[in-house]
């Protein structure tokens, strides 16, 4: 409960919102305009989890509103501040700051504020939103959502970092249900374009017919439709499913990114474009070339830079992370409470190949929530195709697709893992099950990483 609701005046005349526990730490965050946080030396990620204090340098215990009202319990309203920031940036603040109480004890503050800029600063005012409507950048990831104990996924968010301060196209090859977008948020988020609009456009579903208007845009009977194209100006666009656009359309977008200019359909007038390109496909590029279905001028342009991301079946390691972060994801936006998830579930886990990947893993999670019994997710909340995940020359996807030492250790994976789980993780037990030594058995637990 907030107090002193009648205090609440012209709250209209704040723009940014910010919401701390009751040790000062940034629950919430929300600004009026991206931009500012940049140009204060600032970066999104700065502030949730971190006490307010450590935001600006003249900033104390004594002298913070937020940290007096979470002492005093009082409401402190229309205040004045100067704050300097890391860089060395000082600006004036304006704020009204109010305690949350539970049960008659302070458990956080809630604090509306507005930014003034001193004459030197007022450069700043050019990047500044005047409405009331908190601008987003239309991204959900950073990388800090790319969680991961696999070498190669760390090697792949080193790289993220190095390479998002550079405008180079970048192109993004992985299977359905890797995390390509995940990827390209997390590069724009990393880059400064962060306060800038991401825009996302899905190549699969770009008709032949009204390819142009979409892209472009159009300048008809005195109306004007901005282009997709035109939307990302200053940020950065993702062609997510790049393999799906016709040799023609590559051609057009291959003179786009040459002379980064645009023409609206019925416009007189070329438009001067500052986009950061990004690119996915999930099919290998070279196959695509070889084919004849991707032009070889175009992917040069667009995958200067090329990331590679690796199947869910190479990466099992994180398996556990992924999951646990799953329900803490689903808990959150689905009000309930997973206490435990039985150990067959993550055996079984381990034994599945993952066909549709990190996604088909979160499907299942999410499956297993809505399904499962006293907070706790055992085998039977799964979805069927993995509780009856069998290796037969049947068995659909990967299985078609492998060469035979492959589905040699496959087959043999899964008769190793069905004997562990039957002998509740015995090692003598299992190793007498399948007439193999203990030594030979904890080598093949090693190698199939069952242990």
């Known amino acids: ?108 503050a809630i604090e509306f504020s507005k930014h003034f800029y001193s004459k030197e600063h007022m450069h700043y005012l050019d990047h500044y939103s005047t409405h009331k409507i908190y601008r987003k950048n239309n991204t959900v990831y950073t990388i800090d959502d790319l969680i991961t104990q696999n070498e190669g996924m760390k090697a792949i968010k080193e790289k993220i970092e190095r390479i998002a301060q550079h405008d180079s196209t970048i192109l993004i090859y992985g299977k359905t249900g890797t995390g390509k977008e995940i990827v390209a948020q ?50 950065t666009l993702f062609l997510d499913g790049i393999n799906e656009l016709s040799p023609q359309l590559q051609a057009k977008l291959l003179q786009v990114i040459e002379e980064k200019t645009i023409r609206r359909l019925g416009g007189t007038t070329d438009i001067r474009l500052d986009v950061h390109l990004i690119s996915s496909t999930n099919e290998d590029p070279e196959t695509l070339l070889q084919e004849k279905r991707m032009r070889e001028d175009f992917y040069y342009r667009i995958g200067v830079i090329q990331i590679d991301l690796p199947e869910l079946k190479e990466r099992k390691e994180d398996i556990e992370l992924l999951v646990w972060q799953f329900i803490r994801f689903y808990q959150q936006h689905m009000n309930v409470a997973i206490e435990a998830v039985e150990p067959e579930v993550i055996q079984l886990f381990h034994q599945y190949s993952w066909p549709g990947n990190v996604r088909e893993l979160k499907n299942a999670v999410e499956t297993a929530i809505n399904q499962m019994q006293a907070g706790v997710i055992t085998v039977g909340d799964l979805p069927r195709k993995i509780r009856k995940h069998e290796i037969s020359l049947d068995t659909p996807g990967d299985w078609k697709i492998m060469d035979l030492k492959e589905k040699v250790d496959e087959y043999e994976r899964a008769i190793i893992a069905e004997e562990l789980s039957k002998a509740n993780g015995v090692i003598a037990e299992t190793a007498r099950r399948l007439g193999v030594s203990k030594q030979t058995l904890k080598y093949k637990l090693t190698k199939y990483e069952l242990r």
């Open 186 to 235: 997390a590069i724009h988020n990393r880059s400064n374009r962060f306060g800038q609009p991401f825009i996302t456009l899905n190549c699969r579903a770009l008709s032949e017919d009204r390819a142009d208007q979409l892209l472009w845009g159009t300048e008809q009977d005195g109306e004007t439709q901005i282009g997709i194209v035109e939307q990302a100006n200053g940020g």
């Open 1 to 108: 409960m907030i107090r002193d609701l009648e205090k609440f005046k012209r709250l209209s005349d704040f723009d940014n919102v910010l919401v701390v526990d009751n040790k000062g730490k940034t629950l919430y965050y929300d600004l009026a305009d991206l931009n500012v946080l940049s140009k204060l030396g600032h970066r999104p990620e700065d502030f949730l989890g971190k006490k307010v204090t450590s935001f600006y340098t003249n900033l104390t215990d004594e002298n913070s509103t937020i940290m007096t009202v979470l002492h005093t319990g009082e409401a402190m309203t229309r205040v004045h501040q100067k704050l300097v920031t890391k860089t060395g940036q000082t600006y004036d603040s304006l704020s009204s700051t109010y305690p949350i109480e539970e049960n008659g004890v302070v458990v956080g």
